[in-house]
């Protein structure tokens, strides 16, 4: 299955002397949907179960990704924004590891 989307990045801006705050920049990339599987977690204490996707992405990387995928905070797929757990290094891609739901800082 191919992929095309947004992946967010976290990138430290001053926004008043002294203050820096996460800011998120999405870039778009091209990939393969590697694996494609979703999972309910048990929640326990909650009233509504957790849904986790086990994704692994494999996108073809520019330099910008290449230089900054310890900042990727998430992946846009299906709709929706799902954090990025693991990046990992197989050039000239990148292969990221999906998990649950990002409900972090966005554009």
Do not use: C
């Amino acid at each position: 299955m191919k992929y095309y989307g947004l992946i967010g990045f976290a990138e430290y801006q001053e926004t008043t002397p002294g203050v820096w705050e996460e800011v998120i920049a999405t870039h778009p990339y091209y990939g393969d949907v590697l694996i494609n599987i979703r999972r309910y977690e048990p929640s326990g204490e909650k009233l509504h179960d957790d849904l986790t996707i086990n994704n692994r992405i494999s996108i073809v990387a520019d330099a910008y990704a290449f230089q900054n995928f310890h900042n990727m905070k998430y992946i846009e797929w299906q709709g929706a924004k799902w954090k990025i757990r693991t990046v990992t290094d197989a050039r000239p891609r990148l292969i990221l590891e999906v998990g649950g739901v990002y409900n972090g800082p966005q554009t």
